[in-house]
């Protein structure tokens, strides 16, 4: 094969996966089966999509081998086909955020009362860890039941108003969520701390933490 050819036949499987990517729809899916593993039915519940859509944006996906499919009893379970997808989705964002003025522009705008005096970085957590802090996971369980950062306990978001005196009053609490654009981790803290306890957000969230190849957990229901 001569090597003009050999270009030309090597960069559009390239291209397959560019493409595959160029849809702010299918990077909010990649961005939620990075979770954890969904049914259609939830990720249309939680993008506000239709079925079809949702389907049809998959499909893309599953021909570029981005995201593989199993069967959950009646219903089809989409997952990312390799953690290399999660780093992958990672790498664009980061160059979106270091190259698009946009970006950060709508981060200041929509996090504008985040606390960032009361954030600890991915690579601080172990020492708060071994002073005893308390890691809290406040993703859904199913995304818990997925993967979690070490030692974590679990209360979703929407039941920890109801919860908080199921967590200890001595102990340094850390929050996280499912990365640096989800809220739940910064809401949790404030109702954490209107109600006098100790409290810091992770920076990032599962993903980052995953991708960085950090100590995690599969399983559990705490």
């Not at 996966?17 to 990720?43: F, G, T, Y």
């Amino acid at each position: 094969m001569a090597h003009r050819d050999f270009k030309n036949r090597l960069y559009p499987q390239f291209a397959r996966i560019a493409q595959a990517l160029a849809s702010d729809k299918r990077l909010e899916l990649v961005d939620l089966l990075a979770q954890a593993p969904r049914h259609v039915d939830a990720l249309a519940q939680e993008t506000g999509m239709s079925l079809a859509n949702v389907s049809q944006h998959l499909q893309v996906l599953r021909a570029a081998n981005l995201v593989m499919t199993e069967r959950s009893g009646n219903m089809i379970v989409y997952r990312l086909a390799d953690p290399a997808v999660v780093d992958l989705w990672l790498a664009l964002r980061g160059v979106a955020e270091s190259r698009l003025a946009e970006v950060e522009q709508l981060s200041r705008e929509f996090f504008s009362s985040r606390d960032n005096g009361h954030a600890v970085s991915r690579d601080g957590v172990a020492g708060l860890v071994r002073g005893n802090a308390l890691l809290l996971d406040v993703r859904p369980r199913t995304e818990f039941e997925a993967g979690h950062l070490r030692g974590a306990v679990n209360i979703p978001i929407e039941e920890l108003s109801a919860r908080v005196d199921e967590l200890p009053r001595d102990r340094e609490i850390i929050t996280y969520c499912r990365g640096e654009y989800c809220l739940f981790a910064d809401e949790a803290a404030e109702l954490l701390r209107s109600h006098g306890l100790d409290v810091v957000r992770l920076e990032g969230g599962w993903p980052e933490w995953q991708s960085e190849g950090r100590s995690v957990q599969i399983g559990g229901s705490k």
